[in-house]
Structure formats: structure tokens, C-alpha cells
């Protein structure tokens, strides 16, 4: 089995940073993209920005110019750095995998971490 588990979510004003963390654990896996997804309250969920392993990155209209995603492979370990936070980022950041295990190839979710930007 494979887990995602975020970190770095939390409470911050407009204007302010956050880093979001999503380390991939378990064994006998290989991950080819990363990435964060975000759902607000009565929304979808929507791409924030996505890194393939080779380092391509796609972002969000939301996020552009905003954040940042980098990955670690070694580490099997994504980032979001997230600057100029608004309200309107409220939501719960999932961290989403494209993972190959056992000849099996998939996607996986993390729980989600809530991100809450005050005005």
C-alpha cells in the first residue's frame, strides 16, 4: 500500500505564506507526477499545480504567479509554496499521486489539509 500524507496547512492572513508538504510512503512503488489539488465549501475540486518526475509543472489559473510546486524523488516528497494567500484560497489542499505499484498504476489521495486565509 501506498499513503500520501500532508503537512504545513493551517491559518493565515491575506497577504501572508504558506508551505505545503505531501510525503509518499510504503513500498515497491515508483511515482511518476505529483501534485496538489484544492476543494473551497460548495466548490469542485480543482487543479493547483501538478510536476511530473522529469519536472514539468502545470498550474491552476488560481495559482500562477502565486505558487509554487517543486518535488523532491528522492524524498518522494512534493511542495507548495504558496505566497500572496487571499481569502479566496480557503480550501482543503489534497495531494494527488500518479503511482505505479506492482504492475498496478494509479492515482492516490492524500486526507487533505485545510488551508484558511483570513481577511
Known amino acids: 500500500q501506498v499513503q500520501l500524507v500532508e503537512s504545513g496547512g493551517g491559518l493565515v492572513q491575506s497577504g501572508g505564506s504558506l508551505r505545503l508538504s505531501c510525503a509518499a510512503s510504503?513500498?515497491?512503488?515508483?511515482?511518476?507526477?505529483m501534485g496538489w489539488y484544492r476543494q473551497a465549501p460548495g466548490k469542485e475540486r480543482e487543479l493547483v499545480a501538478n510536476?511530473?518526475?522529469?519536472?514539468?509543472?502545470n498550474y491552476g489559473d488560481s495559482a500562477k504567479g502565486r505558487f509554487t510546486i517543486s518535488r523532491d524523488n528522492a524524498k518522494n516528497t512534493v511542495y507548495l509554496q504558496m505566497n500572496s494567500l487571499v481569502p479566496e484560497d480557503t480550501a482543503v489542499y489534497y495531494c494527488?499521486?500518479?503511482?505505479?505499484?506492482?504492475?498496478?498504476?494509479?492515482?492516490?489521495w492524500g486526507q487533505g489539509t485545510q488551508v484558511t486565509v483570513s481577511s
Open positions: 494527488n499521486a500518479d503511482i505505479l505499484r506492482l504492475e498496478t498504476r494509479r492515482e492516490y
Open positions: 510536476r511530473s518526475r522529469g519536472g514539468t509543472t
Open positions: 510504503g513500498s515497491d512503488f515508483f511515482i511518476f507526477g
